[in-house]
Nanobody, 115 residues
Framework: QVQLVESGGGLVQPGGSLRLSCAAS????????MGWYRQAPGKERELVAR???????NYADSVKARFTISRDNTWKTVYLQMNSLKPEDTAVYYC?????????WGQGTQVTVSS
């Protein structure tokens, strides 16, 4: 059974930074990519960033040039560096692992951007 555990969320002022981490445990094979999604109150869950098995990454337009996704070579940890945070970045952030047969999700970590 795969488990994904997010950490690093919290309250930050506009313009500040946070670094989210996602620790993966268990046996998993044929990973295609890992990523971060977010869901704000009253809104649907949306893709923030993802990184492929080959190392390429893509981002939502709203976070380009502000957020950076990275991972270690063992796929055990995925990070999301978030800079220049805005109030509209406030959401629960979820880690996702996508493999050939489906997806695993973490429990989410709250990010609140407010003065």
């Amino acid at each position: 059974q795969v488990q994904l555990v997010e950490s690093g969320g919290g309250l930050v002022q506009p313009g500040g930074s946070l670094r989210l981490s996602c620790a993966a445990s268990g046996m998993f094979f044929s990973i295609t990519d890992m990523g971060w999604y977010r869901q704000a109150p009253g809104k649907e869950r949306e893709l923030v960033a993802r990184i492929s098995r080959g190392g390429s990454s893509n981002y939502a337009d709203s976070v380009k040039a502000r957020f950076t996704i990275s991972r270690d070579n063992t796929w055990k940890t995925v990070y999301l560096q978030m800079n220049s945070l805005k109030p509209e970045d406030t959401a629960v952030y979820y880690c996702n692992l996508h493999y050939y047969a489906g997806d695993y999700w973490g429990q989410g970590t709250q990010v609140t951007v407010s003065s």
